[in-house]
């Protein structure tokens, strides 16, 4: 079950893949598919394993990727 | 009635400033504006305000810069070399449209005695990017109080920067001063001050740049936005920034043209040529930009022929000569008229008169 | 389950309508992202002065969310001395340079501001060459380095590399002095501790602090984002280690 989400942001993703390289949890793979830049595009290809550490986003130097961690619902927004 | 002191032309700078609510001195030692910065020294930091000696005329100028963003009045001087170290400087204030005054004490070129040889370069914009700085030109200790004072105040009214042209005369010379608080009347609030964002309106952030145009802001969209906000300001100076003062132009079919100490030198070779039954006057521009050219153009129509005369190897003349556009003789009396050929030499009146008595 | 946010771009961090001009695998973001955090981590938004000079990373003029003022080449420390001086104490004015910018053309501002204990902190990014403008020799190039003014590699000829926290923190009135770099979460984290000790420094009206950030410059070291910070690691480590090196509480 995984405890965090990543969101990358394409239009601000420069391929660098240092989010590949930082995620000690192989998360995020370099793909073959390239943004409206010509540069590769990273994709979450593992959420299973995130744990929300936010190693990723503090290391793409280009402010790509947004994290999140699930906590439960709480009572007075979940119903 | 205003406390009447004597004072040395330097130490009236500082008077005046002090007059106007300066908050902050930055400067870097150098022959013959050492007494502003000693001034400065003795009085700033015993009144809480703000005193460093830089550790050049690049970093004067660039602390002013930095205290002038904060909006509060602040001042710096300067002698003829390091007027020129300021040039980069100069331009980046006028591009940010900051407020501050600067004192140029000029010494001639290498020597450090008196002359008139940044004139052009005060006047046409010494640094890059094609700006222009209002030139107060004082010619006496009282001018000097007083222009610190109106020179904070034209600052602020049009956000640019102005420049006091003082010399080593009139710097070093001692004389009676009136120590006149003046009002210049009301100023737009400084609404663009770096002072942190708690301090601003709204809380919205300020932002100052040297290089305005090249990020687009909201006022200044693209760089020609920036150009043509800047020209309307440099015409609206013109137009109403121009001053001049005027001795017996009236008949006159001689017109001396002088400004700052010469200025004085030419008026009393007018004075000594009046009682001689020719008929002289003497034009004093005020400021050197915007120069007052209109008085002189209305002088030229009417027939009027000009005496330039100047401390340097002529170059208001050309000024002169543009708003005459032609019309009648320029004549000029340069700093080769001097009296000596050497750095102590000066252009005396009697050698002024007897130019005179070549026209009549 | 909900989601919550937790870690992406700062709070001070400014979404602006432009593309921002940093390469793929340039750190000055990165660098100008632990400004932001530091900056709001302490609680300074509101009576904070960036001072910024020219460079690549003169973009953070409009990225952090604080006053902020973009000034000549080289001058950020004179700007920053006399902002200070006249915001007073309670103001936190911070100067974020390049090494050609505090070290080259702005070694007088930088160095003078340190001697005279300006309370204020500088930020200086060092990638070992001049990246906006093409990659030529910098202050900080290490030897052997081959930039476009140097094409067989720095020499003695163009002399040796500028150790600057060294350098600044032998000053008397340096109250912090550090160097840092982001080749790793780790080190991500202890580069924002040195700029937030920085800023505190400065906050307790210490002295001068300083804190160099080694950052990589992929597009004119010609290699990939992964291999430049291999070299930051083997080429630049080894000739500006990281840590503190001067950290104290009071000047005497």
């Known amino acids: 079950m995984a405890k965090g989400m990543i969101e990358i942001n394409e239009n601000l993703c420069r391929g660098c893949g240092f989010c590949e390289l930082f995620c000690n949890k192989g998360c995020v793979e370099m793909t073959e598919r390239y943004s409206s830049l010509g ?23 280009h402010l790509a990727i947004e994290v999140y961690k699930y906590v439960e619902a709480s009572p007075s927004t979940s119903n | 009635m205003a406390e009447r002191v004597l004072l040395q032309g330097n130490e009236a700078v500082g008077w005046g400033a002090l007059a106007a609510g300066c908050e902050g001195f930055f400067g870097y030692p150098i022959t013959p504006q050492n007494e502003v910065i000693e001034w400065f020294a003795r009085e700033f930091p015993k009144r809480g305000k703000v005193f460093i000696q830089s550790a050049s005329e690049t970093g ?13 009045r602040v001042i710096t001087s300067t002698s003829s070399p390091g007027w020129a170290l300021m040039q980069e400087g100069m331009s980046n204030l006028s591009n940010a449209e900051l407020p501050c005054v600067i004192v140029l004490v000029q010494r001639g070129w290498n020597t450090t005695r008196h002359a008139q040889t940044d004139y052009t370069s005060v006047t046409q914009g010494g640094g890059y990017g094609g700006y222009k700085t209002i030139v107060l030109a004082p010619k006496s200790a009282q001018e000097l109080y007083d222009f610190a004072q109106l020179g904070f105040y034209l600052g602020d009214k049009y956000r640019t920067p102005v420049i006091v042209l003082s010399d080593a005369i009139l710097g070093q010379m001692m004389e009676s001063v009136e120590l006149r608080t003046l009002d210049f009347g009301p100023l737009p609030e400084k609404d663009w001050s770096i002072r942190g964002k708690a301090n601003n309106k709204n809380g919205e952030r300020h932002f100052s740049s040297i290089a305005q145009g090249m990020l687009p802001t909201p006022r200044h969209p693209n760089l020609c936005a920036f150009w043509a906000d800047y020209k309307e300001k440099l015409d609206t100076i013109e137009k109403n ?35 001689k039954g020719l008929k002289v006057g003497l034009i004093r521009p005020i400021t050197l930009w915007p120069f007052p050219s209109e008085i002189i153009k209305d002088k030229a129509e009417k027939g009027a022929r000009f005496l330039v005369i100047e401390d340097n190897m002529g170059q208001m003349i050309k000024d002169v000569e543009l708003a005459v556009q032609g019309r009648v003789q320029v004549s000029l009396i340069n700093a080769l008229a001097r009296h000596l050929p050497i750095e102590e030499g000066a252009i005396y009146p009697r050698t002024v008169l007897e130019k005179i008595e070549e026209f009549f | 389950m909900e989601r919550e946010w937790t870690t992406g771009t700062p709070r001070l961090w400014r979404h602006i309508p432009l593309i921002l001009p940093f390469c793929p695998g340039c750190q000055h973001a990165t660098a100008i992202r632990a400004l932001c955090e530091s900056i709001d981590e302490l609680d300074m938004e509101g009576n904070s002065v960036l001072v910024v000079g020219v460079g690549c990373y003169t973009m953070a003029s409009v990225l952090v969310d604080v006053d902020s003022i973009m000034v000549a080449h080289g001058r950020p420390c004179d700007v920053a001395s006399a902002m200070k001086r006249i915001l007073g104490k309670d103001s936190i004015v911070i100067t974020w340079q390049g090494d050609g910018d505090a070290l080259a053309i702005g070694c007088e501002p930088t160095i003078h501001a340190a001697a005279r204990s300006e309370k204020i902190s500088t930020f200086m990014i060092n990638n070992g060459n001049y990246g906006t403008t093409g990659g030529q020799l910098a202050p900080t190039s290490v030897m052997g380095q081959v930039t476009t003014t140097t094409p067989t590699g720095r ?98």
């Open chain 3, 155 to 252: 020499n003695q000829d163009q002399g040796y590399p500028i150790e600057a926290s060294e350098f600044i923190g032998s000053l008397k009135g340096v109250a912090y002095s550090a160097r840092g770099a982001f080749t790793s979460p780790a080190n991500y984290k202890k580069t924002k501790k040195y700029m937030k000790t920085a800023l505190q420094k400065q906050r307790d009206g210490v002295g001068f602090s300083f804190v160099e950030i080694l950052s990589t410059c992929p597009a004119n070291w010609h290699l990939s984002p992964r291999d430049s910070l291999k070299r930051l690691e083997e080429e630049m480590i080894p000739q500006f280690p990281l840590g503190e090196i001067k950290n104290v509480d009071t000047i005497e």
């Open chain 2, 60 to 72: 004067s100028i660039n602390m002013l810069h930095g205290g002038a963003a904060t909006g509060s």
């Open chain 1, 39 to 61: 540069l590769p595009l990273p994709e979450v290809s593992n959420p299973e394993e995130c744990t929300a550490c936010g190693m990723c986003a503090w290391m793409c130097p």
């Open chain 2, 241 to 275: 920034e121009a001053r001049h003062e005027t001795y017996e132009v009236d008949d006159a079919d001689l017109i001396l043209v002088a400004f700052g100490y010469v200025a004085r030198v030419a008026q009393e070779a007018m004075i000594r040529a009046r009682k």
